[in-house]
């Protein structure tokens, strides 16, 4: 998986949907599960 700043170009792939989960936004793809991105990344405290 993928951290990315920004998931416009992760997003317009054939196949890719945006899911948002736990505050967080997603890019999955059912057809090839390569292609996953978050944005952001975690935080340390």
Not at 3 to 29: D, T, W
């Amino acid at each position: 998986m993928k951290v990315l700043s920004s998931l416009k170009s992760a997003k317009n792939r054939p196949g890719c949907q945006i899911v948002k989960r736990k505050g967080r936004v997603y890019v999955i793809n059912k057809d090839n599960p390569r292609l996953k991105a978050v944005q952001g990344k975690k935080k340390k405290r």
